[in-house]
T-cell receptor, first 115, second 110 residues
Framework: DGGITQSPKYLFRKEGQNVTLSCEQN?????MYWYRQDPGQGLRLIYY???????QKGDIAEGYSVSREKKESFPLTVTSAQKNPTAFYLC??????????????FGPGTRLLVL | EDQVTQSPEALRLQEGESSSLNCSYT??????LFWYRQDPGKGPEFLFT???AGEEKEKERLKATLTKKESFLHITAPKPEDSATYLC???????????FGTGTRLKVLA
């Protein structure tokens, strides 16, 4: 069953705590992305990776960190430096084609709430 | 600055009442336009990808079209199960990133 899995579905963070959101894919896509979705705003890019062991900051990377040790996995850590982490987090994957955007496919999302 | 604007923000239709959603863009070199459907609390579901002005794609009651300045998502004879938020995104040669609009919330009444 091909697809993108994100876990957990809900995550609660305490003050000063780092939390990690999981994203796994078996679509064999090279590129993986993390977006944040807030009410009334478009999806905003946090980080993206086009190849293992390499990743780039998106528009709102402050307070977040990622790793890409395997093609299938792209975990996102929300650090204590992120002062307003409450949001819906979406992981996406796509193929790569020089000069063009390939279709992105999204996971089911993780909702992060602050206690 | 690359920008994507979707209109209207919200739309209520009676079942069977056809309409269109708009996605207008000002970008430096369009390299792909994407439509998604998103249900509350779920990830966006891919609908269509368009690359060239004049291109059209259809799926059941939905049809997407593309011009040099905008894209339309036409919904023919909608049903209540078409109620969702519809998102538009573009990929540009200026930034090589995907830029998302804020979506149109569609409600179809039985």
């Amino acid at each position: 069953d091909g697809g993108i899995t994100q876990s957990p579905k809900y995550l609660f963070r305490k003050e000063g705590q780092n939390v990690t959101l999981s994203c796994e894919q078996n679509l064999n896509h090279d590129a993986m992305y993390w977006y944040r979705q807030d009410p009334g705003q478009g999806l905003r890019l946090i980080y993206y990776s086009q190849i293992v062991n390499d990743f780039q900051k998106g528009d709102i990377a402050e307070g977040y960190s990622v790793s890409r040790e395997k093609k299938e996995s792209f975990p996102l850590t929300v650090t204590s430096a992120q002062k307003n982490p409450t949001a819906f987090y979406l992981c996406a994957t796509s193929g790569l084609r020089a000069g063009f955007g390939e279709t992105q496919y999204f996971g089911p999302g993780t909702r992060l709430l602050v206690l | 600055e690359d920008q994507v604007t979707q209109s209207p923000e919200a739309l209520r239709l009676q079942e069977g009442e056809s309409s269109s959603l708009n996605c207008s863009y000002t970008v430096s070199g369009l390299r792909g336009l994407f439509w998604y459907r998103q249900d509350p609390g779920k990830g966006p579901e891919f609908l269509f990808t368009l690359y060239s002005a004049g291109e059209e794609k259809e799926k059941e009651r939905l049809k997407a079209t593309l011009t040099k300045k905008e894209s339309f998502l036409h919904i023919t004879a909608p049903k209540p199960e078409d109620s969702a938020t519809y998102l538009c995104a573009v990929f540009t040669s200026g930034t090589y990133k995907y830029i998302f609009g804020t979506g149109t919330r569609l409600k179809v009444l039985a």
